[in-house]
């Protein structure tokens, strides 16, 4: 099994450019989320699946959409990229949302200039 | 504001010596989760604790979720270089969403 996968493992952006960043699991999980990381806040939850077709928002949402069509993929899109979106951002997944155990993925690096 | 609390924030100390990490929160968690991360990677999870008193140990790593399942603290015995890392508590209020502390960077010097 390759777990989580993301791509890119990099990337630079310029303000209002759009992007999509793509995540991937071979596991059969049923749910699947995106967080961002940045110094000294943690990882804040951005949006997640609870299975294909169903999506929410989490705690940071804004300039972010979510789509699950398949139980596998659930890529995370930037509408128009603004430097305060710079971050880490890190994509995970778990068998069963009623015991949330997350498997990570080793992350994207977004700059934006 | 972080639901959790994490501290300290940075934590240094040689080889053998112990620590505790402490996760606190004003909140109830039907479980809580701790997660190491190393430099460049996603975290990874350490254990999951779900009943309020519960301990669990693994190795020289010793989690406790407090009896209210508000807090929980993380203890090493005889820290290794090898421990060294970023761990984060997480906690899950039943409601889809964990909740992260900003996390306790420990270094452990030979």
């Known amino acids: 099994n390759a777990g989580v996968t993301q791509t890119p493992k990099f990337q630079v952006l310029k303000t209002g450019q759009s992007m999509t960043l793509q995540c991937a699991q071979d596991m059969n999980h049923e749910y699947m989320s995106w967080y961002r990381q940045d110094p000294g806040m943690g990882l804040r939850l951005i949006h997640y699946s609870v299975g294909a077709g169903i999506t929410d928002q989490g705690e940071v949402p804004n300039g972010y959409n979510v789509s699950r069509s398949t139980t596998e993929d659930f890529p995370l899109r930037l509408l128009s990229a603004a430097p305060s979106q710079t971050s880490v951002y890190f994509c995970?997944?778990?068998?069963?949302?009623?015991?949330?155990?997350?498997?990570f993925g080793p992350g994207t690096r977004l700059t934006v200039l | 504001t972080q639901l959790l609390e994490q501290s300290p924030q940075f934590l240094s100390i040689q080889e053998g010596e112990n620590l505790t990490v402490y996760c606190n929160s004003s909140?109830?968690?039907?479980?809580l989760q701790w997660y190491r991360q190393e430099p460049g990677e996603g975290p990874v999870l350490l254990v999951t604790?779900?009943?309020?008193?519960e301990v669990k140990k693994l190795k020289r790593l010793t989690f406790q979720f407090g009896d209210a399942r508000k807090d929980s603290s993380l203890h090493i015995t005889a820290a290794q270089p090898g421990d060294t890392g970023l761990y984060l508590c997480a906690g899950d209020r039943g409601d889809y969403k964990l909740s992260f502390g900003a996390g306790t960077t420990v270094t452990v010097r030979a």
């Open positions: 909140s109830v968690f039907s479980s």
């Open positions: 604790v779900v009943t309020g008193g």
């Open positions: 995970a997944s778990s068998y069963s949302s009623a015991i949330n155990e997350q498997f």
